[in-house]
C-alpha cells in the first residue's frame, strides 16, 4: 500500500530544492542581520558597542583554527556531559522503577539535587574537581541529568492500556517486564528528555567555561569582552549557536523517528 | 470432546471478591459464586456491566485473589499456571505492543517464557487468523478487528491450557464484532482448548459457547445457566434460526428482566 502511494504521489523535490526550500524558512534570520548592519551603519556606531555582522564573519574567516579549537573544545565537553547524565539519569530512573524502596530514596534527592541552581554548584564543584575540563563535564552532566531521570522515570510507566495484565498472565519475570515493556514504552519519553538536555548542554557548558574562564568557547568569550572585542564575542556565539541549533535539529528528527514508530 | 467427568479446567467453590474502595468503604463484586468449566469445554459468561464477570476472569488469570473461597485451575492455583506459561488471554483493549510488528507481537508470549521462537507456529496462526501478508504490519497500520485478530493469534501461540478472553470484541463494530464471532467459532474449533469468555452480548455468547453462565448484577451471582444445543461446527446460519432467536429473548430477559414494566 504503501510503495504505490509513493509510486503514484508527488515526485521528491531535489537535493538543491531541499536545501533552497529550508534556506528560505530561515529568511527571519536574514532579516535580522540586514536590519543589524543597517543599524550599525546609519546610527554610526563604534565597533566596541556594536559590531557589523560583517566584521564578526570576518573574524571567524581570519582565525579559524581559534574558533575550530574552541568550538572542539566546548562541542567535545557539551557532549560528554549530555552522555554521562544521560546515563546517570536513565540508570537511576530505572532503579527507582525497580524497587519502592529505591524509588523513596532516589526521588527526592534526585529532585532536591535538581533544584540547585547550576551557577551555586560551581565553586563547589570546581573546589572538588579542580578548575579544569572535568568540573565542566560535570556541570554539564548534572544539567542533562535531570530531564533524563524525570522523563525516563514517567515514561517507564508510560504503558500500552492492558499490557501489564497481559505481562502478568503470561508470568513474565521483572527483567522482562523491563526489557519487553517498560523501557520501549519510555523510548518517547526519553527522546524529549535528550531533546531538552541537548538544547542546555552547549548552554551549560559555556556558562561553567565562562565562570571558571579556563578553556572553550565560553573562555573565548569571557576574554574577548574583558579585552572590548566584541567581534570575537559575537564569533565564539555563532559558534556555539551553530552547534547548538545542529544538535537539535539531529534530536528533533530522531524523536519524530521514534514518535512515528511508537504511536 | 466435553468432558465434564474429569478435574474441571476451571473451578470456582463459594467466591466472593470484595475490593476495599478509596473512600474507606468496600464494594462486593462476587458473592458465593460456585461454578466450573470442564476440559475442551467453551463457557461464556453473560452479565450486564459492573456484575463481576471481569473479576471472576481476572481471578482465574491469577490478576486478583479470592477474599474467601477457592479457585482452581486444572486442579491447581492459577498462579502455578501463570508460571508455566499456560494461561492464554486476550482483552477488550488489544494490548498489542505499538513498537512491534504483528509477527514480533504474536512472538513475545515465546520471549517472556524463554523458549525458542517456533517460527511454523507464528506463521500457521497468522494464517489462521487470515492475516497473511501483514506479518511486518504494524498495530497502527492494522484495523480494529485484524488488531483483535492478532491478539487472539498471540493468546494461542503458546497452545494454552485456558484460554480467557475478556469481551475480545467490545470496541468492534457490530458488523465486524459478528464476523469476528464466526472466525473465532473457526479458530477455536481448530484447538478445543477450555475457554472462559466474558461478554455482555447475548447472541456473541450464544453463539460461540457451549455454555452460557448469566450473572445477576452487583454483586455478581450465577442466576442461569444454559447448555447451547446447537452442533458443533455451527454454520453462521445457526444465528437464524427460530430457536436461536428464542434463546437470545430468553437469555436478554433473564439479564434485564423487564418485571411486567411495559416495555
Partial sequence: ?263 | MTDRTAAPAIDFRGVTKSFRLPDGKTLTALTDTSLSVGKGEFVALLGPSGCGKSTLLRLVAGLEAPSSGAVAVEGRAPEELVKAHRLGIAFQEHALLPWLTVRQNIELPFRIAGRPVMRERVQGLINLVGLAGFEAARPKQLSGGMRQRVAIARSLVLEPEILLLDEPFGALDAVTRRQMNVELQRIWSESRISTLLVTHAVEEALFLADRVIVLSGRPGKVVRTLEVPFARPRHPDVMRTAQFHQLVDELTETLHPTDGAGH
Fill in chain 1, 1 to 263: 500500500m504503501s510503495q504505490s502511494a509513493t509510486a503514484n504521489g508527488p515526485a521528491r523535490p531535489s537535493l538543491v530544492g531541499r536545501i533552497g526550500r529550508t534556506l528560505l524558512n530561515f529568511w527571519g534570520i536574514a532579516l535580522i542581520l540586514v536590519l543589524w548592519e543597517a543599524l550599525v551603519v546609519l546610527n554610526d556606531f563604534n565597533v566596541i558597542v556594536m559590531p557589523r555582522p560583517w566584521a564578526v564573519f570576518a573574524d571567524i574567516w581570519a582565525n579559524p583554527g581559534l574558533y575550530l579549537q574552541n568550538f572542539m573544545q566546548t562541542a567535545w565537553v557539551a557532549m560528554g556531559g549530555l552522555v554521562l547524565g544521560m546515563i546517570a539519569g536513565t540508570t537511576i530512573a530505572v532503579l527507582a522503577w525497580s524497587s519502592r524502596i529505591l524509588n523513596g530514596l532516589l526521588t527526592p534527592i534526585g529532585l532536591i539535587f535538581s533544584s540547585i541552581p547550576v551557577v551555586a554548584m560551581i565553586p563547589v564543584l570546581a573546589r572538588m574537581l579542580g578548575y579544569g575540563t572535568e568540573t565542566v563535564l560535570a556541570i554539564v552532566a548534572i544539567l542533562s541529568f535531570f530531564p533524563f531521570f524525570v522523563f525516563t522515570g514517567s515514561g517507564l510507566k508510560l504503558l500500552p492500556a492492558g499490557s501489564a495484565d497481559l505481562f502478568s498472565v503470561f508470568g513474565a519475570k521483572k527483567h522482562q517486564r523491563l526489557f519487553h515493556l517498560a523501557l520501549p514504552s519510555a523510548l518517547p519519553n526519553w527522546t524529549v528528555a535528550l531533546r531538552l538536555a541537548s538544547a542546555n548542554a552547549i548552554l551549560g557548558a559555556m556558562v561553567a567555561e565562562f565562570l571558571m574562564g579556563t578553556s572553550g568557547l565560553g573562555q573565548m568569550l569571557h576574554a574577548a569582552s574583558q579585552a572590548f572585542n566584541t567581534e570575537r564575542a559575537l564569533g565564539a556565539s555563532v559558534c556555539a549557536t551553530i552547534g547548538s541549533v545542529t544538535l537539535f535539529v539531529l534530536v528533533v528528527s530522531l524523536e519524530a523517528r521514534v514518535r512515528e514508530r511508537w504511536t
